[in-house]
Nanobody, 123 residues
Framework: QGQVVESGGGSVQAGGSLRLSCVVS????????VAWFRQAPGKEREGVAA????????YYADSVKDRFTISVGNAENTVYLQMNSLKPEDTGMYYC????????????????WGQGTQVTVSS
């Protein structure tokens, strides 16, 4: 059974930056797909960014392209989400998810989820 733990959320002003971290443990396969999702109050969960830890292209929601960057750390079980030029509409709970298929920005592809980390952007 895998486990995902997120960290790095917080409160920032618009235009600021945050870096979220996701540590995946207990995977049967060393390499797989990891994605970040977010959910704002009263809204559906949406995919933000995704990649395969073994390499290949990354995928982003249109709303975060050119502002957010997903990357793999030195340890392949750690994935980061660098968020720059943050906007109030980026506020929400951010979840990291891991799976063996993808990478896609659809929740169905991921079977291991973290508890989330809150990001709040004030204007």
């Amino acid at each position: 059974q895998g486990q995902v733990v997120e960290s790095g959320g917080g409160s920032v002003q618009a235009g600021g930056s945050l870096r979220l971290s996701c540590v995946v443990s207990g995977w049967t396969y060393i390499r797989g797909c990891v994605a970040w999702f977010r959910q704002a109050p009263g809204k559906e969960r949406e995919g933000v960014a995704a990649l395969h830890t073994g390499g290949g292209p990354s995928y982003y929601a249109d709303s975060v392209k050119d502002r957010f960057t997903i990357s793999v750390g030195n340890a392949e079980n750690t994935v980061y989400l660098q968020m720059n030029s943050l906007k109030p509409e980026d506020t929400g709970m951010y979840y990291c998810a891991a799976g063996v298929s993808g990478p896609v920005l659809e929740a169905y592809a991921y079977d291991t989820w973290g508890q989330g980390t809150q990001v709040t952007v004030s204007s």
